[in-house]
């Protein structure tokens, strides 16, 4: 079972930041947040993963609550080609991931 | 391009039939997971293998069984094939190891039964 809860969808302007939630109330010392998404079809994207800093890379920032029971994926500048479900995963570095529902992003001019 | 490789992209096949699906791992990643997503089941994870051994198994039927091979590649087969096995069978890799736990997908298979 998926240990993670999202918002089912949100909207975000296209060159607006896209701020999504993930509350994980119940997550382990061990496990590391992930995020993946799914655009239409195709095979999921790795976006970012944290243990309990906050990340960036070239997609995206990871923002970690301190208690580390809820995380946020921020897309500094949402373009269409970002309208996708998005997925938070919570999961020890080396196990399989199981998905959830995740949250369906749309990206609108 | 994740670098994982699946074949066949697509294919139609009847009822009771059998078929194999083929993905290759990114160079150097020696875990191979298999994922089934049809349109009400969401994402769901069938089984994972690490350097040819069994490490993980999820919702996977006894019809369906997989494989990894020496040169790490993988099969997944599905036997006795039924309507409701239409779906996209999706493949990952990682290397999995500690600090580099993220998982590459393919583009998926694309299974239609008739």
Known sequence: DAKTTQPPSMDCAEGRAANLPCNHSTISGNEYVYWYRQIHSQGPQYIIHGLKNNETNEMASLIITEDRKSSTLILPHATLRDTAVYYCIVRVNTDKLIFGTGTRLQVFP | ?114
Do not use: M
Request: a negative charge; one cysteine or more.
């Open chain 2, 1 to 114: 391009d994740s670098g994982v490789t699946q074949t066949p992209k697509h294919l139609i096949t009847a009822t009771g039939q059998r078929v194999t699906l083929r993905c290759s791992p990114r160079s150097g990643d020696l875990s191979v997971y298999w994922y089934q997503q049809s349109l009400d089941q969401g994402l769901q994870f069938l089984i994972q293998y690490y350097n040819g051994e069994e490490r993980a198994k999820g919702n996977i039927l006894e019809r369906f069984s997989a494989q990894q091979f020496p040169d790490l590649h993988s099969e997944l087969n599905l036997s006795s094939l039924e309507l409701g096995d239409s779906a996209l069978y999706f493949c990952a890799s990682s290397k999995n190891r500690v600090g580099a736990g993220e998982l590459f997908f393919g583009e998926g298979s694309r299974l239609t039964v008739l």
